[in-house]
């Protein structure tokens, strides 16, 4: 069992920054590939990046390579999501999701994660 609560999200203009972690709580925290999702209202969730158990691994989503940084500490149980050159369209409920997976892989798909934080809220303002 993972819970993990998210924080970090808030209002910001457009091209700024803001950085998101993800605590979880529970054991084996290395045991699971983690992932960054958002859902804006009327759409559905939609994979962002991931990272790999090790943390030597990640995905990202076209729309947010060369932006967007997905980064874990185990020794703290933590994810990071640091958020650049943001857009208005960006607007959205960012979750993180725990994947409870063999080897080094990440999967997009919501679906494969079993466990999801509240989301927090991130607001880009034209």
């Known amino acids: 069992q993972v819970a993990l609560v998210e924080s970090g999200g808030g209002l910001v203009q457009a091209g700024g920054s803001l950085r998101l972690s993800c605590a979880a709580s529970?054991?084996?925290?290395?045991?699971?590939?983690m992932g960054w999702f958002r859902q804006a209202p009327g759409q559905e969730r939609e994979f962002v990046a991931g990272i790999n158990r090790g943390g030597d691994g990640t995905y990202y989503a076209e729309a947010v390579k060369g932006r967007f940084t997905i980064s874990r500490d185990n020794a703290k149980n933590t994810v990071y999501l640091q958020l650049n050159s943001l857009k208005p369209e960006e607007t959205a409920v960012y979750y993180c999701a725990a994947d409870y997976i063999y080897g080094s892989s990440v999967d997009t798909r919501p679906g494969s994660y079993e466990y999801w934080g509240q989301g927090t809220q991130v607001t880009v303002s034209s």
């Open positions: 529970g054991r084996a925290f290395s045991s699971y590939a």
